[in-house]
């Protein structure tokens, strides 16, 4: 590889030069350099002078890498660690593996295309001035000897994250470069449930069966049939007792682990300075589309093995959603309000200039401490919540520590963590070494370079024989761990520790390197995790809608975002992001941020409208010709006008049709003409066509002086028929047809209290819990089919398989003979309804199986356990007396005179009664002593109207489900 410095460009009249130190500056600091692959290989002499260059010129980088990352605070351990590690990679003769990385790096930062080192290659100093990564490696404690050392044997390897809708191009740029490019080949294996599914299907075995045997096995990561066995009683059981299960399995166990199909490695590519058919041996896949992809025919670790560079391009969609979130700011705010959005910003610096944004803000840290990060990259799952919650995080290290520790293994320290954060619980001292190295995750030994650190300099063990330890600790490589271990022993006694103490010390070591995390890599991401965090505090509908935009081809994912808009918080401590649905005139291609027409565009203000794309049979040809034409003609006034102005060979009726479901004309013609509009369609359609036969017979006369008049400025302004609105529940329905789901309202929101009051699940907590767990599911029933028992009393008997739906998710549900035949007239499509019955597990996805169906208007009458009295004991309202006490006796008498009343057709009375009592501090729940009340309205109006403004009562359902 050789390196051309090129003269700079002349700068345009009246530009001053950039500052020294700015992103300009170094950027075009950068653009003085060319990397350019060899045409072919030189001899022994010259390829010295070139790798002599290739380390002059990353150093000329480096140097002005680090003024650009410190300016003028430049301190010796940035310098030292940088001359380091330069020598390191000069004497290992890899500079030029650094270039290459940065320069497709550069060319992706020169198009916008955002990209970010991950992995071990965070923890350079080389790669955090060439803009690589972007974590100091001092700062955060991160060894380059976790990436390469003077006496490792392996190539190292920089993984680089793109921006996923660049990537591609990227990947172009580099084999129109370099040439002798392939992409690396993978070898699917047969895994334990894989085998059982395909032994199944062609020993005929029932799917129940094989569903079963897969529930089984369980989805643990690399678990085979064989360990299976020897944990799970049960599947030894169905082994020993059906002789066609046991063939089955034995037949799985002797094909589990060959090599059963071929595939194309996600990133890896292979880049060399002579064509590669020399090389390595090649074959064409097509699995990424119609184009032949060349690929190796040795998988990743045969090709380093054999000396070939292998270079990692992961697409990262958290770039994509970043990088959306910063076009749709600077294309819907000015610069003064984006300016304006982050009050503590340094005067004269660019808020969306993420690599300098404060990293100790607190009203970001706030967003992770209130645990709001749906959106938010590595921390929006259930269970980092509820450790954000216990952990309470106030700096970036906690962070860091959070997205290390939520791991099986070092998971069971958590709570060690924040006990040990929030002061319950002291932070042992071990030795000045270990207590220095453990500070900032209060004395747990988190990460793999924290135990490197303590074996080095405790231990006198070298940094590189620290990270050999550590890798012979995951593979249980007891040789390489005695041999440390004597060392490390004697090491630490010198400095201090005893037989004892040091021996005791370094079983933890085992214990903790075993699952220590790589803290490069969690510093990396956590601090792309905290740039979302920091972009949906300032600018949150702008990123709500870039995060919409890269979750609208998951339909789960999409409803899931939708619904957490509305519990997005604002500037301004309001709450909720509106979500509306596609609009003709206001909508482009994907989600977007608009604001009415007297708003101030400020970044706490708009709502995020659907993309037209997001139409269902709207395609990327349709809705660009819909935009093309409202740009050259404005706002469409009507859907004749719409017809008139669109090519209708491209937007079809099925596209417009679908459009007028979605909502998309509802700004023009109302909500309640969309069956109207429908049935307008057709003739708009044929208007539209006339016109569009007269404009071209016009142009054609426009050749012998005739005029363009085709009169259908008429045509736009007629009125739609008169037929009557869908009702709410068919609007519904004609919006989820063309969205694929409801978008301006959900079925269940009219029901929402009554929901919460007498379901005890959502579907997302309900297959959550184990199998046989009671529940009560208030839903939507989305879809029926019904097929015949084939088993049981009555073989043949009808039964059915319902789909159900909330808020949260969906799932799948059985209504056995018996059920179905009680239930199936309330059994309608569309219909909200709860479900009681049990927890299904048998299968590899949880069920529901359904015991009883109640409609909403029964829900009260049959599903009440109790009866629950709201009282307000604030000091504002018990303020004079004890107005409280007086209430608690009144309302004892009360349902003293009701207990004669009857129990409702329930044991002892009625429902149990309970007193949630608001206080200046707290909420308490308390039982009524035994009181029962029946379920009526007469008694609830009487109790209200005694509480008057002091409270009021409702009924409620059965409490969540317990633990087992």
Same mark, same amino acid.
């Given at each position: 590889m050789r390196v051309e410095r090129l003269a700079a460009e002349a700068l345009p009249a009246g530009t001053d030069q950039p500052k020294p130190g700015s992103t300009a500056w170094f950027d075009r600091f950068c653009a003085g350099y060319r990397v350019e692959p060899l045409a072919e290989l030189p001899g022994e002499e010259e390829l010295a002078a070139l790798h002599a260059d290739c380390d002059k010129a990353l150093r000329e980088l480096s140097e002005a890498g680090l003024v650009w990352r410190y300016g003028d605070r430049i301190e010796d351990?940035?310098? +030292?660690?940088?001359?380091?590690?330069? &020598?390191?990679?000069?004497?290992?003769?890899?500079?030029?593996?650094?270039?290459?990385?940065?320069?497709?790096?550069?060319?992706?930062?020169?198009?916008?295309?955002?990209?970010?080192?991950?992995?071990?290659?965070?923890?350079?100093?080389?790669?955090?001035?060439?803009?690589?990564?972007?974590?100091?490696?001092?700062?955060?404690?991160?060894?380059?000897?976790?990436?390469?050392?003077?006496?490792?044997?392996?190539?190292?390897?920089?993984?680089?994250?793109?921006? +996923?809708?660049?990537?591609?191009?990227?990947?172009?740029?580099?084999?129109?470069?370099?040439?002798?490019?392939?992409?690396?080949?993978?070898?699917?294996?047969?895994?334990?449930? &894989?085998?059982?599914?395909?032994?199944?299907?062609?020993?005929?075995?029932?799917?129940?069966?094989?569903?079963? !045997?897969?529930?089984?096995?369980?989805?643990?990561?690399?678990?085979?049939?064989?360990?299976?066995?020897?944990?799970?009683?049960?599947?030894?059981?169905?082994?020993?007792?059906?002789?066609?299960?046991?063939?089955?399995?034995?037949?799985?166990?002797?094909?589990?682990?060959?090599?059963?199909?071929?595939?194309?490695?996600?990133?890896?590519?292979?880049?060399?300075?002579?064509?590669?058919?020399?090389?390595?041996?090649?074959?064409?896949?097509?699995?990424?589309?119609?184009?032949?992809?060349?690929?190796?025919?040795?998988?990743?670790?045969?090709?380093?093995?054999?000396?070939?560079?292998?270079?990692?391009?992961?697409?990262?969609?958290?770039?994509?959603?970043?990088?959306?979130?910063?076009?749709?700011?600077?294309?819907?705010?000015?610069?003064?309000?984006?300016?304006?959005?982050?009050?503590?910003?340094?005067?004269?610096?660019?808020?969306?200039?993420?690599?300098?944004?404060?990293?100790?803000?607190?009203?970001?840290?706030?967003?992770?401490?209130?645990?709001?990060?749906?959106?938010?990259?590595?921390?929006?799952?259930?269970?980092?919540?509820?450790?954000?919650?216990?952990?309470?995080?106030?700096?970036?290290?906690?962070?860091?520590?959070?997205? &290390?520790?939520?791991?099986?293994?070092?998971?069971?320290?958590?709570?060690? *963590?924040?006990?040990?954060?929030?002061?319950?619980?002291?932070?042992?001292?071990?030795?000045?070494?270990?207590?220095?190295?453990?500070?900032?995750?209060?004395?747990?030994?988190?990460?793999?370079?924290?135990?490197?650190? !303590?074996?080095?300099?405790?231990?006198?063990?070298?940094?590189?024989?620290?990270?050999?330890?550590?890798?012979?600790?995951?593979?249980?490589?007891?040789?390489?761990?005695?041999?440390?271990?004597?060392?490390?022993?004697?090491?630490?006694?010198?400095?201090?520790?005893?037989?004892?103490?040091?021996?005791?010390?370094?079983?933890?070591?085992?214990?903790?390197?075993?699952?220590?995390?790589?803290?490069?890599?969690?510093?990396?991401?956590?601090?792309?995790?905290?740039?979302?965090?920091?972009?949906?505090?300032?600018?949150?509908?702008?990123?709500?809608?870039?995060?919409?935009? *890269?979750?609208?081809?998951?339909?789960?994912?999409?409803?899931?975002?939708?619904?957490?808009?509305?519990?997005?918080?604002?500037?301004?401590?309001?709450?909720?992001?509106?979500?509306?649905?596609?609009?003709?005139?206001?909508?482009?291609?994907?989600?977007?941020?608009?604001?009415?027409?007297?708003?101030?565009?400020?970044?706490?203000?708009?709502?995020?409208?659907?993309?037209?794309?997001?139409?269902?049979?709207?395609?990327?040809?349709?809705?660009?010709?819909?935009?093309?034409?409202?740009?050259?003609?404005?706002?469409?006034?009507?859907?004749?006008?719409?017809?008139?102005?669109?090519?209708? +060979?491209?937007?079809?009726?099925?596209?417009?049709?679908?459009?007028?479901?979605?909502?998309?004309?509802?700004?023009?013609?109302?909500?309640?003409?969309?069956?109207?509009?429908?049935?307008?369609?057709?003739?708009?359609?044929?208007?539209?066509?006339?016109?569009? &036969?007269?404009?071209?017979?016009?142009?054609?006369?426009?050749?012998?002086?005739?005029?363009?008049?085709?009169?259908?400025?008429?045509?736009?302004?007629?009125?739609?028929?008169?037929?009557?609105?869908?009702?709410?529940?068919?609007?519904?329905?004609?919006?989820?047809?063309?969205?694929?789901?409801?978008?301006?309202?959900?079925?269940?929101?009219?029901?929402?209290?009554?929901?919460?009051?007498?379901?005890?699940?959502?579907?997302?907590?309900?297959?959550?819990?184990?199998?046989?767990?009671?529940?009560?599911?208030?839903?939507?029933?989305?879809?029926?089919?019904?097929?015949?028992?084939?088993?049981?009393?009555?073989?043949?008997?009808?039964?059915?398989?319902?789909?159900?739906?909330?808020?949260?998710?969906?799932?799948?549900?059985?209504?056995?003979?018996?059920?179905?035949?009680?239930?199936?007239?309330?059994?309608?499509?569309?219909?909200?309804?709860?479900?009681?019955?049990?927890?299904?597990?048998?299968?590899?996805?949880?069920?529901?199986?359904?015991?009883?169906?109640?409609?909403?208007?029964?829900?009260?009458?049959?599903?009440?356990?109790?009866?629950?009295?709201?009282?307000?004991?604030?000091?504002?309202?018990?303020?004079?007396?004890?107005?409280?006490?007086?209430?608690?006796?009144?309302?004892?008498?009360?349902?003293?005179?009701?207990?004669?009343?009857?129990?409702?057709?329930?044991?002892?009375?009625?429902?149990?009664?309970?007193?949630?009592?608001?206080?200046?501090?707290?909420?308490?729940?308390?039982?009524?002593?035994?009181?029962?009340?029946?379920?009526?309205?007469?008694?609830?109006?009487?109790?209200?109207?005694?509480?008057?403004?002091?409270?009021?009562?409702?009924?409620?359902?059965?409490?969540?489900?317990?633990?087992?």
């Amino acid at each position: 590889m050789r390196v051309e410095r090129l003269a700079a460009e002349a700068l345009p009249a009246g530009t001053d030069q950039p500052k020294p130190g700015s992103t300009a500056w170094f950027d075009r600091f950068c653009a003085g350099y060319r990397v350019e692959p060899l045409a072919e290989l030189p001899g022994e002499e010259e390829l010295a002078a070139l790798h002599a260059d290739c380390d002059k010129a990353l150093r000329e980088l480096s140097e002005a890498g680090l003024v650009w990352r410190y300016g003028d605070r430049i301190e010796d351990a940035h310098r +030292q660690r940088l001359d380091h590690e330069l &020598a390191v990679l000069s004497g290992k003769r890899i500079s030029a593996y650094f270039l290459i990385v940065w320069d497709f790096v550069n060319e992706a930062r020169k198009r916008g295309i955002p990209a970010t080192a991950r992995g071990s290659g965070v923890g350079t100093m080389v790669g955090y001035t060439l803009g690589l990564s972007h974590a100091c490696p001092v700062r955060y404690g991160l060894l380059f000897e976790r990436f390469t050392d003077p006496d490792r044997s392996e190539y190292p390897d920089i993984d680089i994250d793109l921006c +996923q809708d660049g990537r591609a191009e990227i990947l172009e740029y580099v084999r129109e470069k370099y040439g002798y490019v392939a992409q690396i080949i993978t070898f699917g294996t047969m895994k334990a449930r &894989a085998a059982i599914r395909d032994v199944g299907r062609v020993h005929e075995l029932p799917l129940a069966q094989v569903d079963r !045997i897969c529930k089984l096995i369980g989805g643990e990561l690399g678990v085979t049939i064989e360990q299976a066995l020897e944990r799970e009683k049960e599947l030894k059981e169905l082994q020993d007792e059906d002789e066609q299960i046991r063939e089955v399995i034995a037949t799985a166990q002797k094909l589990e682990g060959i090599t059963r199909h071929s595939g194309v490695h996600a990133a890896g590519l292979v880049i060399a300075t002579q064509p590669l058919e020399n090389l390595v041996p090649l074959a064409t896949n097509r699995s990424q589309g119609s184009r032949d992809v060349l690929v190796t025919q040795w998988d990743g670790p045969t090709v380093e093995k054999m000396g070939l560079l292998k270079m990692d391009f992961l697409g990262l969609t958290t770039l994509s959603i970043i990088e959306r979130c910063r076009q749709l700011v600077r294309e819907t705010l000015p610069p003064e309000a984006i300016a304006a959005a982050v009050p503590d910003a340094p005067e004269g610096r660019d808020p969306l200039d993420l690599d300098h944004i404060d990293l100790a803000d607190r009203r970001v840290l706030d967003v992770f401490a209130r645990a709001d990060t749906a959106g938010t990259f590595q921390f929006e799952s259930e269970g980092m919540r509820n450790l954000l919650l216990q952990m309470k995080p106030d700096r970036l290290e906690d962070l860091v520590a959070a997205n &290390a520790l939520f791991r099986p293994g070092p998971m069971a320290l958590i709570g060690t *963590y924040c006990d040990r954060k929030h002061g319950r619980e002291a932070t042992p001292q071990v030795h000045e070494i270990v207590d220095r190295h453990t500070a900032d995750t209060h004395g747990i030994m988190v990460y793999q370079e924290q135990v490197m650190q !303590i074996v080095h300099e405790l231990g006198d063990v070298p940094l590189r024989e620290a990270y050999t330890l550590i890798k012979a600790i995951s593979k249980k490589s007891r040789k390489t761990i005695n041999a440390a271990k004597q060392r490390f022993l004697a090491g630490s006694q010198e400095k201090g520790l005893s037989k004892v103490q040091a021996t005791r010390l370094f079983s933890l070591i085992e214990e903790f390197a075993g699952y220590g995390f790589n803290k490069s890599h969690s510093v990396g991401y956590t601090l792309l995790a905290y740039q979302t965090a920091y972009l949906k505090t300032y600018f949150p509908v702008q990123y709500m809608a870039a995060v919409l935009t *890269y979750a609208a081809d998951n339909t789960d994912k999409l409803v899931h975002y939708v619904d957490e808009c509305g519990r997005v918080k604002l500037p301004g401590d309001r709450a909720g992001i509106e979500v509306g649905p596609p609009d003709i005139d206001r909508s482009g291609v994907r989600f977007h941020v608009v604001f009415d027409p007297d708003e101030e565009h400020a970044s706490a203000n708009g709502h995020i409208r659907f993309g037209l794309s997001a139409v269902k049979g709207v395609g990327e040809k349709a809705v660009r010709a819909i935009l093309e034409a409202r740009s050259e003609g404005g706002p469409f006034r009507s859907l004749w006008d719409f017809c008139r102005r669109v090519p209708l +060979q491209v937007v079809n009726r099925t596209a417009i049709d679908a459009l007028i479901k979605s909502g998309a004309f509802d700004r023009v013609h109302g909500q309640d003409q969309r069956a109207a509009m429908l049935q307008a369609l057709e003739p708009a359609i044929k208007a539209g066509q006339r016109a569009a &036969a007269d404009r071209e017979s016009g142009q054609a006369s426009l050749l012998f002086g005739a005029t363009d008049e085709s009169g259908t400025e008429e045509e736009a302004d007629q009125d739609l028929p008169s037929v009557p609105p869908w009702t709410p529940s068919e609007l519904l329905a004609h919006e989820k047809e063309a969205l694929g789901f409801f978008a301006t309202s959900h079925p269940l929101d009219d029901h929402r209290e009554l929901l919460q009051r007498f379901g005890n699940v959502t579907v997302e907590q309900l297959k959550k819990l184990p199998a046989d767990t009671e529940v009560v599911l208030g839903a939507l029933l989305g879809g029926l089919r019904t097929t015949r028992t084939r088993k049981g009393r009555n073989p043949g008997q009808k039964m059915a398989i319902v789909q159900l739906e909330d808020r949260t998710d969906r799932i799948e549900g059985v209504l056995f003979a018996d059920a179905y035949a009680e239930y199936e007239a309330a059994l309608d499509r569309g219909a909200v309804l709860f479900f009681t019955g049990r927890v299904d597990r048998r299968r590899e996805d949880p069920n529901l199986v359904v015991g009883k169906v109640i409609g909403v208007a029964e829900a009260e009458a049959k599903l009440s356990r109790r009866l629950r009295i709201h009282l307000d004991g604030t000091s504002a309202v018990a303020v004079a007396g004890n107005v409280l006490g007086e209430d608690l006796e009144r309302l004892r008498d009360l349902l003293d005179q009701h207990r004669h009343r009857g129990s409702n057709g329930r044991p002892n009375g009625g429902v149990e009664v309970e007193f949630r009592i608001e206080l200046d501090d707290m909420t308490v729940t308390a039982g009524a002593n035994g009181s029962r009340a029946p379920i009526d309205d007469a008694i609830r109006h009487e109790i209200d109207e005694l509480l008057g403004a002091r409270g009021h009562c409702e009924y409620i359902g059965p409490p969540p489900p317990g633990p087992r």
